[in-house]
């Protein structure tokens, strides 16, 4: 009897000893991305599915691609999750990150008042922007050096020119916030298909330039450099890099379809 306590007591004691020590051994996992992603409900989709596979937790810092990739350089994140090409190509070349991978795509639009005030309609997002710099009408700039932002001010560059004086807003905010600024002031912008179809009904406005080629927006995920940033977990942001382009990952993307609308399209090369 004395023996089935004692061996009783210490199974206790030993299942004390190792709860505390299972729980910790959960991976933290740290992911500087777009507010596309988040706002569109992307990563509230599909990082629970990951954390359970892999007992993992993925903190998210979610800002404009620019602050992102700055995250990711200073090596206060494990991996980024971007849209912005030649940004996230002199990343990896500059030695500040390893391994980019293509995960899926999407693409921009231009929305604004269903009216179409500066009457920009069309599927010519160049000709759109002249319209806009030469009409009357207000246009929300993310400018914050997102993905975005850098696509936006590209367009601008290549009309050589933009709205002047208080017609030209730059908020500085993300997404989903600049939609709802363009909605109060009946004002045209630039969004991400994602975020837009997210905020459509909660602001009621209107795609008014869709469909050219130079409005394709793809997004990448790339390691941040461990030989650079010792101190990050590179082995847990090489099992999220796998799992979002593996066959199961680019299953979840493309079945993400809030209100029965693909958002996302997978892209990972296999």
Known sequence: MKLRQLFTA???AALFVILPISAQAQQII?????????NSGLLAYLLPQFEAKTNSKVQVISVGTGK?????RNGDVDLTLVHARAAEDKFVQDGAGIDRRDVMYNDFVVVGPASDPAGIKGNDVLAAFRKLASSNSKFISRGDNSGTD??????WKAVATQPLG?????AGLGMGEVLNMAAELQAYTLSDRATY?????KTGLAVLVEGDPSMFNPYGVIAVNPARHPGVNHQGARQLMDWLTSA????KIADFKPAGRQ???PSAKR
């Open 10 to 12: 210490s199974a206790l």
């Open 30 to 38: 740290k992911l500087s991305t777009t507010t596309s992603t988040e």
């Open 248 to 251: 199961e990952g680019q299953k």
């Open 150 to 155: 850098l696509m936006e001010r590209s367009y």
């Open 68 to 72: 992102a990739l700055e995250l990711a």
């Open 197 to 201: 179809s997210t905020y459509q009904a």
């Open 263 to 265: 958002l996302f399209f």
């Open 166 to 170: 208080a017609n030209y807003l730059s």
